[in-house]
């Protein structure tokens, strides 16, 4: 019952942390250069300055900025996100139909990371100045490095055009009609490059992160208590250090969630991934304001979803915290 009055009060700390997200990113957004009515005004040609205007009352893109502003925080207390006049359909619907895929594209970078993160970083800290150790070391060092765009421009190269073994873009072929189980071992040959591409930053930083704090945890009391105890080295890496050293890594990955929305991005811009990354593109240079922000909303509750549910398993993990 405690943990749950705990996760409660750090549920009621995060809807103001929303509610300032809204508001820093409508006044944010008004600072960039054009609009939607200037947009839709160029691309069909000669357009005179009366149509220019007709647009954006069309839009409301004219009414007073207080009144856009309240009429926008009225709305998204609803989860009415508003209309994209770009796409001429409704934002919620639009952000809805590509969640999905960057859901699937996220969590998929995201437990793959942590879970051989976490492995590997235990596995140099046990075998500290090995060569498995320096290995390891190397590994991460160039991964961390490598910028995301160049690494999975590089894995279309080998693993779609010269090996021709997984397909260079998109989320599924479509045209090959697959359905039930097929479907989805194409979907997942699909996932493999992105996915790849948007954990291997987070994989090297979760196991540098991991093999530091197993090594700060082998000089503890309990630890040196457990070994003059006699009990084995397996039992007392597994059984007692890494539920402690996991902590730190835990308390990044939350983090560094928003970082992972925003490296899906790139990730998705360069494999055709259709998630809201590539609909953020889009919507930008359109300058389809409504579907930005819309996007900037559900990318703020993603967030603090992940960062609530890594709070949540940190109390489980030391319930010490709750004090």
Known sequence: MRRWRYFGYRLAFALPVVFGILVLNFFLIQLA????ASVLAGESGAASPEY????????GLDRPLLEQFLAYIGNAVQFNLGYSFRNDSPVFELILARLGPTLLLMLTAFGAALTLGTALG?????ARNSWRDAVISVITLICYATPVFWLGLMLIVVFSVNLNWLPTSGFE?????????????????????????LGLFYLALYTRVMRASMLE???MDYVVTARAKGQTERKIVFGHMLRNAFLPVLTMAGVQAGNLIGGSVVVETVFGWPG???????????????????????????VV???????????????????
């Open 276 to 302: 809201l990354g590539t609909l953020a593109f889009n919507a930008l240079q359109s300058r389809d304001l409504n579907l930005l922000l819309g996007i900037f909303f559900i990318s703020a509750c993603l």
């Open 305 to 323: 979803a992940i960062n609530l549910a890594v709070e949540l398993l940190t109390i489980t993990l030391d319930p010490r915290i709750q004090a």
């Open 122 to 126: 235990v596995l140099a800290a046990v």
């Open 173 to 197: 072929s479509i045209a090959e009609g697959y359905e039930g189980w097929e479907r989805w071992v194409d979907i997942g040959r699909h996932l493999v490059m992105p996915g790849t591409a």
């Open 217 to 219: 945890q082998t000089g």
């Open 33 to 36: 250069p054009g609009d939607a």
């Open 52 to 59: 220019t205007a007709m647009l954006r009352e069309k839009f």
